[in-house]
T-cell receptor
Framework: EDQVTQSPEALRLQEGESSSLNCSYTVSGLRGLFWYRQDPGKGPEFLFTLYSAGEEKEKERLKATLTKKESFLHITAPKPEDSATYLCAVVNYGGSQGNLIFGKGTKLSVKP | KAGVTQTPRYLIKTRGQQVTLSCSPI?????VSWYQQTPGQGLQFLFEYFSETQRNKGNFPGRFSGRQFSNSRSEMNVSTLELGDSALYLC??????????FGSGTRLTVV
């Protein structure tokens, strides 16, 4: 059964304190791994898509990496506005295009 | 560029009633998928429509149904509402499997 596990569930950082969020996945055939950011009461906002092991993508203070079993979202020198829940999701080759399998997310709080 | 539009944003219904939620995808996106988000279960896949056909369905009871129109707009319906159906319902549209854009969701409260 395809599964996505995110850790930690919650993370509290001081402004400027870099860290990483983990997304472990078990999927029959990975078509793509997605990172989203979600603010309270809003829909998930797309950040990155990764397709194959070794791939990396960056956007401002965020960098996503992918191995055969997990993905990391590295946050460098975070600011309070980076506070949000970060969601990881996968799509497998056997599933339909729109069937994203989500982890339960990591709630990030960045204190000034 | 217009995003994914979901209406209504908030809804309060009584147990036993039925409800219909609407989703207008980004222009040119033919795939629309629906998700239920709750604090305990997170985001769970309900179903996906492509060119008016349901391509996949998640593990939800038959009370949850949907449809897609020729202009790609989609609706989902929940009949005989239960307290446990209270959740944020999200739809996402995509043109390819490379990117999924979510709407802001409909917050459904069942009392």
């Amino acid at each position: 059964e395809d599964q996505v596990t995110q850790s930690p569930e919650a993370l509290r950082l001081q402004e400027g304190e870099s860290s990483s969020l983990n997304c472990s996945y078990t999927v029959s055939g990975l078509r793509g791994l997605f990172w989203y950011r979600q603010d309270p009461g809003k829909g998930p906002e797309f950040l990155f898509t990764l397709y194959s092991a070794g791939e990396e993508k960056e956007k401002e203070r965020l960098k996503a990496t992918l191995t055969k079993k997990e993905s990391f979202l590295h946050i460098t020198a975070p600011k309070p506005e980076d506070s949000a829940t970060y969601l990881c999701a996968v799509v497998n080759y056997g599933g339909s295009q729109g069937n994203l399998i989500f982890g339960k997310g990591t709630k990030l709080s960045v204190k000034p | 560029k217009a995003g994914v539009t979901q209406t209504p944003r908030y809804l309060i219904k009584t147990r036993g009633q039925q409800v219909t939620l609407s989703c207008s995808p980004i222009s040119g996106h033919r795939s629309v998928s629906w998700y239920q988000q709750t604090p305990g279960q997170g985001l769970q896949f309900l179903f996906e429509y492509f060119s008016e056909t349901q391509r996949n369905k998640g593990n939800f009871p038959g009370r949850f149904s949907g449809r897609q129109f020729s202009n790609s707009r989609s609706e989902m319906n929940v009949s005989t509402l239960e307290l446990g159906d209270s959740a944020l319902y999200l739809c996402a549209s995509s043109k390819t499997a490379d990117g999924y854009t979510f709407g802001s969701g409909t917050r459904l409260t069942v009392v």
